[in-house]
C-alpha cells in the first residue's frame, strides 16, 4: 500500500513540477510579447518622430505641431480624399529627398 501510495505522489509531484515550469515557460513568452510590443510601438514613435524632424516642423511649438496632425486627422475622417492628397505629397517629398541624397553621394 505503502509503494502504491508513493507512486502516487511522485506522479503528483512531477505532475506539479511539470505544470509549474510550463507556467513559467508561457510567462517569460507573455514577457517578451510584451517587449517586442512595447519595442515597435517606440520604433513607430521615434520614427514618426523623425518625419517631423526631416520635414522642418521641429522648428514650431508642440502645440503647432498637434495642431496640424488633429487637423490632418479631421481631414482624412472627414474626406477620403485628403488620405489621396497626403500619401501623394508624402511619395512627392520622400522622392525629392532620394533625388537630394544621390545627388551628394
Do not use: C, P
Request: overall charge positive; hydrophobic content about 35%.
Amino acid at each position: 500500500m505503502q509503494t502504491n501510495t508513493k507512486n502516487t505522489q511522485d506522479t503528483i509531484t512531477r505532475k506539479i513540477k511539470t505544470t509549474k515550469q510550463k507556467i513559467a515557460s508561457i510567462e517569460m513568452q507573455l514577457a517578451r510579447d510584451k517587449i517586442k510590443k512595447r519595442k515597435a510601438v517606440l520604433r513607430k514613435k521615434i520614427v514618426l518622430g523623425a518625419f517631423i524632424v526631416d520635414v522642418g516642423m521641429n522648428q514650431y511649438t508642440h502645440d503647432i505641431i498637434l495642431g496640424a496632425l488633429l487637423t490632418a486627422k479631421e481631414n482624412i475622417e472627414q474626406n477620403d480624399q485628403y488620405k489621396q492628397l497626403y500619401k501623394t505629397k508624402a511619395r512627392e517629398w520622400l522622392d525629392q529627398q532620394l533625388k537630394n541624397s544621390n545627388k551628394k553621394d
